[in-house]
Every structure is written in structure tokens, then in C-alpha cells.
């Protein structure tokens, strides 16, 4: 039985799955990432062992609340996450959580992972508070390099579940989840919306297929597609430990790149944004990638467009119980309308 809640977490359960040569004694829980736009349970486990094993532990269960858990099973989120770690894992070098365990039911959703907590590992950013432009190097070069690794991979394709970013049911999905929270989002932001934001929300939810198919035409790239700072837990070297691989899907590279300055960087000079993607131009080129870095602009264009699809999703239809949760979103909107302006990105052809 795939436990559903965290009481489901006894240390028989626990002993069984962590599979090691102790037993668990005792087990201590508390939630984390609350207000981080989480769709389902996240607690750490303190352990006490009869023998050997690890003293802290994150668990992943699916979402209690049915909203949350309707999102999650219409874009097969629990299963994307599952396949990751018990497919991908081995071969992604970009560094993440070792796995312990993973158990997901395609009928019930129901889902667990047992994960390393990665917080000895690097720091987590506020990303309400964000990033700085000159600060986020090594974020960009570790997105580049994870990208160069699974560029234009045929090997993508033996992965039936890691569906192209175009593939249904996300484009349906995107736009029922948009069209639902428009309305709100324009009511709980309104200093954000302004006119000409008004008016491309407006028309935003017919343009969702077009874009997304414009975002899946080869060369395209392993995408984790949440990649900002409250997935990212940041080493010494600047580089991060990336958490969080619910969203993964088969998409270009810029999308991400986008998704990152959208979602997370404060932007102190227009020109920085270029200056970001010329840094992870640079990086693929390096990695032997020949990309081109006209086309390259334009699909982070059209991924900074994608970009204002996030904080209207989560700011209207997901919900989480913080109030830190509409400050994340007010923070991504306004983040992503300043890099829609600043890159002409309001009006692209679809």
C-alpha cells in the first residue's frame, strides 16, 4: 500500500522501504515548503535507528486537498517526478536529491518518494526576494550544462511518460488552469495590471497551443520546467542542487533559461537580460552545442511569454495554505511583465 498521509509513515513502513541494515526506532515529522506552490505533502523526517541509516529524510506524498490533486493527475505530475527518479536519475548529472525510495499509482495517484535532504548540501534563496543579475552565474552555466547533456538526445524518446511541453493534455490543461485564475489574479494584483497586461491576459488563453507547439519544435532539451530559486538550493560554487522534477517534459532550452529569469532575477539594467542568455549561449557552445544564438533569442522570447502563464496558474487556481503563497505570485507576475516589456515580447506572431 502507497501511504497517503504522513501518519501512513510508521517506522515498520519505514524500515521496509529505506531498506538498510538498521531499523527505524522512532520517526519525528514537520511540514516544509509551505508557500513554495507545492501540489502535495512535504515533510522532513527526523530518524532514530536501531543500527544504520540516514538521521533526516524529506518525504513527498501526493496532495490531500481535491484541487491541488486534480491538477496533479490531469498533468500526471506524481508520474513525471516517479519516472525521474527511477528512470532519469542515473543519468542526470545536474545534482539532485539521492532517492530512496518512489511508489506511484497511475489509477489512485497516490504517490511517495523518500528523498535526501539536500539542505546540508547549499542554501535555499527567498525567491520572493529573489536574485541579482551578476549573481545567478553559476545557476545559468549548471542549466546550460544539464541542457547540453540531453541536447536534441534521441535517447528522450525511449521515455514515453516525458511527454513534449506540446503534447496533450498540458496545452488543454494549461488553458482551463489559465482561464480559471485570469480573473482572479486581475483582482488580487491590480497595481500589476495594467492595460496593455490586461489585454494580453486577455488573449493569452487561445494563443497556449500555439506557444507551446512553438516551444517543442526541435532542437529540444530535457527541461526540468520549474527551474527557480525555491527549487534551487545554491553551493558554495554558486551552482545549485535542483529539487522539485514534477514538471519535466521535452521542450527547447531557452523555455527554461526564461522560466529562471521570469520566475526569480531582479533585473537592475534592460541589458542584462541579454547578457544572461549570451552567458548560457556561451556555456552550450563550450559543452561543443552549435547553437545559434538568433534562435536562441527567439525562443526565450517566446519563453518569457510562457513565463506570464506561471504566477496567473498558481495566483488563481492552486491552493496553498500561506500567505506567502500570493506573495510569490505578485513577485513572478511582476518579474515577468517587466521581462515581457524589456524584450518585446507583448506581441509575437503565433
Known amino acids: 500500500m502507497i501511504p497517503t498521509n504522513i ?33 502535495g505533502q512535504l515533510h522532513r523526517l527526523t530518524l532514530t535507528w536501531d543500527g544504520d541509516g540516514p538521521t533526516t529524510v524529506i518525504a513527498k506524498l501526493a496532495a490531500e486537498g481535491e484541487e491541488s490533486r486534480f491538477v496533479a493527475t490531469v498533468l500526471n505530475m506524481y508520474g513525471r517526478e516517479h519516472g525521474f527518479y527511477t528512470e532519469l536519475s ?38 520572493i526576494e529573489g536574485v541579482r543579475a551578476a549573481d545567478c552565474a553559476g545557476i ?15 535517447e528522450l524518446a525511449r521515455y514515453e511518460w ?36 490586461v489585454a494580453l491576459g486577455d488573449a493569452h488563453v487561445a494563443r497556449i497551443p500555439a506557444l507551446f507547439a512553438k516551444l517543442s519544435e526541435p532542437p529540444v532539451v530535457f527541461s526540468h520546467a520549474d527551474y527557480r530559486l525555491d527549487n534551487l ?12 522534477w514534477q514538471l519535466i517534459d521535452r521542450s527547447v532550452g531557452p523555455r527554461d533559461l526564461a522560466y529562471l ?13 541579454d547578457a544572461i542568455l549570451d552567458r548560457y549561449v556561451e556555456r552550450l557552445r563550450a559543452r561543443g552545442i552549435d547553437v545559434d544564438p538568433a534562435w536562441a533569442r527567439e525562443q526565450y522570447r517566446y519563453g518569457t511569454l510562457m513565463g ?19 506573495e510569490l505570485c505578485r513577485a513572478m507576475l511582476r518579474r515577468c511583465t517587466t521581462a515581457l516589456r524589456a524584450l518585446d515580447a507583448f506581441d509575437l506572431d503565433l
Not at 233 to 244: L, M, N
Not at 261 to 273: A, F, K, L, N, R
Request: a negative charge; aromatic letters at 10%; glycine letters at 6%.
Open 7 to 39: 501518519a501512513d509513515l510508521t517506522s515498520e513502513w519505514l524500515t521496509t522501504a529505506l531498506d538498510t541494515t538498521g531499523a527505524v526506532r522512532s520517526v519525528a515529522s514537520v511540514p516544509v515548503g509551505v508557500g513554495v506552490g507545492l501540489v
Open 90 to 127: 542515473p543519468r542526470t548529472k545536474l545534482p539532485h536529491p539521492h532517492c530512496y525510495f518512489s511508489a506511484h499509482d497511475p489509477v489512485t495517484q497516490d504517490s511517495v518518494l523518500l528523498l535526501e535532504d539536500v539542505s546540508s548540501r547549499g542554501t535555499m534563496r527567498d525567491q
Open 140 to 154: 545559468v552555466d549548471a542549466l546550460a550544462d544539464f541542457h547540453a547533456d540531453w541536447w536534441d538526445s534521441d
Open 162 to 197: 516525458l511527454k513534449a511541453l506540446a503534447d496533450d493534455p498540458y496545452p488543454g490543461a494549461v488553458q482551463f488552469a489559465f482561464g480559471a485564475g485570469w480573473p482572479n489574479v486581475q483582482e488580487q494584483f491590480p497595481d500589476e495590471c495594467t492595460s496593455e497586461v
Open 233 to 244: 538550493f545554491i553551493q558554495t560554487d554558486g551552482r545549485p542542487v535542483v529539487v522539485d
Open 261 to 273: 529569469v521570469t520566475q526569480s532575477v531582479d533585473i537592475d539594467d534592460p541589458s542584462e537580460y
Open 308 to 326: 506570464f502563464t506561471y504566477p496567473v496558474v498558481a495566483g488563481g487556481s492552486l491552493t496553498v495554505a500561506d500567505p506567502r503563497h500570493l
